[in-house]
């Protein structure tokens, strides 16, 4: 583990920079070796988090995605990379990333963030030398496999869009919605293995534009242009089978019924947000439904427990036999979940809808800080209406725990400081998420490896968020930065200064739709930023 990891001083309370800190100690107590012998495991050969070491001691697919952005986070380049490592050695040698690295479970995957988490290990890389141009080869390699043949090969239906199902029993639904992440849900209607997620097929259209850009950084163009095409495709093919013009959102398809799920509404309607892959004005009518989810304590899964059709209230020992069908749905009112939270937070941000992030930001982090002080523990899921970690689920509830912990991380370090990484541009992008909802305390940390970078990073907004002050200080500077500061007042006139001097800006619409103010700074060691609009 790092030695000396980011710090945060400054954000929102005391109880969220205490449960930071706990967070930072908890991780090597969740990281294992495994050992070549070991029978209750496919051992993988890198180091890794594992969500729990409870229930589940294993690398699992999905979760080591929201893990690993909080690792990043926190400075842990090698056990990232190490982690990702895993996940190709998987491809390599069992034609599939796992659900989790036991013998048991070979045929079966999760959620795909396989090209998702190669691009935080690219972050720290870039510009390419030959060893890193070898190593991104072999990754993009390995995931173009994933693509055609796991997801467009087994998983594929005939709308051209897929759905989950474990390889060894296509009809099993109780597999499949083990494979969907969201075991269990009444959102499937106890169908999940004839149902096309709006989740699953938006994460497939990020995956084709990752791979686009990661042939792209390997001087191929033709395979580029390829790759677009194919999200190109799979973004159409959402749009027509996903988004409903009439009640603004996107839903699960039905093969059998062929039509939308708009009775069965879930918070996976706004990962095309996250993705890019909605339109500017359909991720309006999208934050429109924001309130239906929206709870004390974050974002709930669904806005209730649907019927499942067909079956009746369940005697005592059907719930025991199928909770896929009967329940208890802990992927249901009320509970929320970290990896959700990340998605629509991240997705707002994308689209410009900054106060609603904020908002939201601080709703989860001060629940999961309360009960960390309340309880000592961090918890695999929340009762998100009561603020509670009593949350329904069908085996005890789960403490460690590492997507948990990964959001947390990255809600404080990338979400509300705004720092990140952009392939596309081949350099960090500074946003601070000025918000209504976090004016009232400045952000400032010490991050330490993140991006593989060591710097200061203080920003502060005014209550009307018409004035921002940035300051930044780096170890050695950075060969380029750009800086984009959320225009929250686009008929005002703006001033931008940089060390006391006005520096150009291109004032406009981002790719997205929302108005900012964007400039580029070249070899930045120290600055001092200040914004202002009237």
């Known amino acids: 583990m790092a030695t000396s990891s980011t710090t945060f001083l400054r954000v929102i309370n005391d109880e969220v920079l205490e449960t930071h800190r706990a967070i930072q100690a908890l991780w090597s107590s969740l990281t294992r070796q495994d050992h070549p012998d070991e029978p209750d495991r496919l051992p993988l050969p890198h180091p890794y988090v594992v969500p729990s070491t409870g229930l589940f001691p294993y690398q699992f697919y999905w979760d080591s995605f929201f893990t690993i952005l909080g690792l990043v986070v926190d400075g842990e380049e090698a056990l990232v990379a190490g982690m990702v490592e895993n996940f190709l050695y998987e491809m390599e040698t069992f034609g599939r990333v796992l659900n989790y690295n036991h013998p048991a479970i070979r045929t079966r995957s999760q959620p795909p963030y396989l090209t998702a988490m190669i691009a935080e290990v690219l972050a720290h890389r870039l510009p390419l030398d030959d060893e890193d141009r070898t190593w991104l080869h072999r990754a993009y390699t390995l995931a173009a496999r994933e693509y055609e043949e796991v997801w467009m090969g087994e998983h594929a239906t005939p709308i051209g869009l897929c759905r989950y199902a474990d390889a060894a029993d296509p009809d099993d639904e109780e597999r ?7 075991d269990f849900s009444s959102r499937w209607g106890g169908r999940c ?7 699953l097929n938006t994460n497939l259209y990020r995956y084709a534009r990752d791979l686009a850009c990661f042939a792209q950084l390997l001087g191929n163009e033709e395979e580029a242009a390829v790759w677009e095409r194919r999200a190109a495709e799979v973004q159409a093919r959402v749009q027509e089978y996903c988004w409903d013009e009439e009640a603004g959102f996107f839903f699960d398809y039905d ?3 062929a039509r939308r799920l708009t009775e069965r509404p879930s918070l ?15 991720a309006d009518a999208v934050v429109e439904w924001l309130p239906e989810f929206e709870q004390r304590g974050g974002l709930s899964c669904t806005l209730r427990t649907y019927p499942i059709p067909g079956v009746e209230a369940p005697r005592r020992e059907e719930e025991e036999r199928a909770f896929w069908l ?6 249901d009112y009320p509970n929320g ?12 941000r994308r689209y410009g809808y900054f106060e609603e992030a904020g908002r939201l930001a601080r709703e989860w982090l001060t629940m999961v800080a309360h009960l960390y002080r309340e309880t000592g523990k961090l918890w695999e899921k929340y009762d998100v209406v009561q603020r509670s970690h ?16 990964g959001v947390f991380e990255a809600l404080l370090g990338r979400a509300i400081g705004g720092m990140e990484y952009n392939l596309e541009a081949g350099c960090p992008v500074l946003e601070p998420l000025t918000s209504e909802a976090l004016f009232d305390v400045p952000f400032e940390a010490r991050y330490r490896g993140y991006l593989g970078l060591d710097f200061s990073l203080y920003w502060a907004v005014s209550p009307d968020l018409r ?7 780096a170890h050695k500077p950075l060969p380029r930065l750009l800086v984009r500061i959320r225009d929250h007042y686009p008929s005002d006139e703006v001033t931008v200064t940089v060390d006391g001097k006005p520096v150009e800006f291109r004032r406009g619409p981002t790719p997205t739709g929302y108005a900012a103010v964007t400039f580029a700074l070249e070899e930045v060691g120290r600055a001092e930023i200040r914004f202002a609009s009237r």
């Open 176 to 182: 499949a919605q083990y494979e969907s992440g969201w």
């Open 193 to 199: 293995r004839r149902i096309v997620p709006v989740d």
């Open 255 to 257: 093969l059998d019924e």
């Open 268 to 282: 996976a309607g706004f990962q095309p947000l996250w993705a890019g892959l909605a339109s500017p004005e359909q």
């Open 326 to 331: 009967y329940g208890p749905f802990q992927w």
């Open 337 to 348: 979940w970290a990896p959700l939270q990340w998605l629509t937070v991240a997705g707002l």
């Open 390 to 405: 009593q949350a329904i689920g069908h085996y005890p509830i789960q403490v460690g725990f590492g997507w948990t912990n």
């Open 467 to 473: 004035d921002l002050e940035i300051r930044l200080e």
